[in-house]
């Protein structure tokens, strides 16, 4: 999604968006498409829109909001720092400190086939949970976060200095090739630290936490 704007023509406002196939190729044929009749020469300099081959269309909001199940709005930060770790796994546990006040995205996104031989994807659940280690027990954080259609889960955190544990599982059986990708993007970098062999985030013990942190360090 790169634009919503609203078009006057003729008195009558029409709102529409503008959309780019991520293929680079395939585009709307509906109203407001290239072909559409509404557009003229000067509203296609209005808007610097010129027809290509590259993916990019406009297409009326009503019909983008009943063909379209989500939306996704990407959150970019020039001064945030990613870090990304890939576990293979139905259920992992990954630690990070925190040494000072930070505030970022915390996500974990799933390897899909884009299609199966019956033509549909497949997007097994996912959730997120997020642990503070306070007071020799690990404390969660707000609620739990599940699966979009996309096959990410994502939260935006401000997290205070601390030991944390952030924890993915499938709800349903994985397929032995997936994987969980987990990433923080933030305002400070970020150590992803694994936990391996732990089926139960209160089987994590704070020696296994520091140890951890500690050999990444």
Not at 175 to 199: D, E, R
């Given at each position: 999604?790169?634009?919503?704007i609203e078009v006057d ?192 985030v209160r089987d994590v ?13």
């Amino acid at each position: 999604l790169l634009q919503a704007i609203e078009v006057d023509l003729n008195g009558s406002i029409h709102r529409i968006v503008k959309l780019r196939n991520p293929w680079g190729h395939k585009e709307w044929r509906g109203d407001w498409s290239d072909s559409d009749s509404r557009w003229t020469s000067e509203l296609r300099e209005k808007l610097n829109y010129y027809p290509n081959d590259e993916g990019e269309f406009y297409i009326g909001f009503d019909s983008y909001y009943n063909l379209y199940g989500d939306s996704v709005i990407c959150k970019c930060n020039s001064s945030y720092l990613r870090s990304e770790l890939k576990l293979n796994s139905s259920e992992c546990f990954v630690a990070f400190q925190i040494y000072e006040p930070t505030t970022g995205f915390f996500s974990i996104y799933q390897y899909m086939p884009r299609t199966h031989s019956s033509g549909m994807r497949s997007i097994p659940y996912l959730v997120s949970e997020l642990y503070r280690y306070e007071n020799m027990t690990l404390k969660k954080i707000g609620n739990q976060a599940k699966t979009d259609v996309l096959g990410e889960v994502s939260r935006e955190e401000s997290l205070s200095p601390g030991l944390y544990v952030l924890q993915g599982r499938y709800l349903s059986s994985p397929n032995p090739k997936k994987y969980m990708c987990f990433v923080a993007y933030a305002s400070k970098a970020i150590a992803l630290v694994p936990i391996p062999g732990k089926s139960n985030v209160r089987d994590v013990s704070s020696s296994e936490l520091f140890d951890a942190i500690k050999a990444k360090a």
